[in-house]
T-cell receptor
Framework: KAGVTQTPRYLIKTRGQQVTLSCSPISGHRSVSWYQQTPGQGLQFLFEYFSETQRNKGNFPGRFSGRQFSNSRSEMNVSTLELGDSALYLC?????????????FGPGTRLTVT | AQSVAQPEDQVNVAEGNPLTVKCTYSVSGNPYLFWYVQYPNRGLQFLLKYITGDNLVKGSYGFEAEFNKSQTSFHLKKPSALVSDSALYFCAVRDRSFQKLVFGTGTRLLVSP
């Protein structure tokens, strides 16, 4: 099976702009989770989508949003970008059932905000 | 709230020597614990998990981890380190109800030839 793919891999944006990141999960997986990785805060959970519904949300401002499509692909949007949003954004997929313990991560999108 | 702690920012070990990367956890109830590894410019790769059962868990690439309930620890181990094991290692605990993982701060492992 193909792994989790994320596009684009690298992105440079200016403060105040918005950005959309994409994640395609492993075929058959219905859960997609997003994480932000920064040197200062480490890995932090953003949100999880399952069958097109947001099932869980972390402690991030409303500027961070996401959605999931019927084919399980997910997008994450950040509006009004701030310098502090510079990070590696990782998505992870799983089949989403209670007993599915492993999450499989994509290579990430590195966002730089200038 | 569930949390994990990785007390060492970096671990240095010579190739061929055993390695240990430490992790302690704080959870209510039984923990679901994981180790992931991250190589430069890559995502996280799953190494192993503890859900229930034997306290010694074997995983990928010759790694294993020992779950110790009394010490609330889940240390990652390998009998003989390789230079290629040099990477960033994360311990994580999963929320019991959701897919959310709570990660430790990470430990950089440096294996010298």
């Amino acid at each position: 099976k193909a792994g989790v793919t994320q596009t684009p891999r690298y992105l440079i944006k200016t403060r105040g702009q918005q950005v959309t990141l994409s994640c395609s999960p492993i075929s058959g997986h219905r859960s997609v989770s997003w994480y932000q990785q920064t040197p200062g805060q480490g890995l932090q959970f953003l949100f999880e989508y399952f069958s097109e519904t947001q099932r869980n949300k972390g402690n991030f401002p409303g500027r961070f949003s996401g959605r999931q499509f019927s084919n399980s692909r997910s997008e994450m949007n950040v509006s009004t970008l701030e310098l502090g949003d510079s990070a590696l954004y990782l998505c992870a997929s799983s089949d989403g059932t209670w007993a599915s313990y492993e999450q499989y991560f994509g290579p990430g999108t590195r966002l730089t905000v200038t | 709230a569930q949390s994990v702690a990785q007390p060492e920012d970096q671990v240095n070990v010579a190739e061929g020597n055993p390695l240990t990367v430490k992790c302690t956890y704080s959870v209510s109830g039984n923990p679901y614990l994981f180790w992931y590894v991250q190589y430069p410019n890559r995502g996280l790769q799953f190494l192993l998990k503890y859900i229930t059962g034997d306290n010694l868990v074997k995983g990928s690439y010759g790694f294993e981890a020992e779950f110790n309930k009394s010490q609330t620890s889940f240390h990652l181990k390998k009998p003989s380190a390789l230079v290629s094991d040099s990477a960033l290692y994360f311990c994580a605990v999963r929320d019991r109800s959701f897919q959310k993982l709570v990660f430790g701060t990470g430990t950089r492992l440096l294996v010298s030839p």
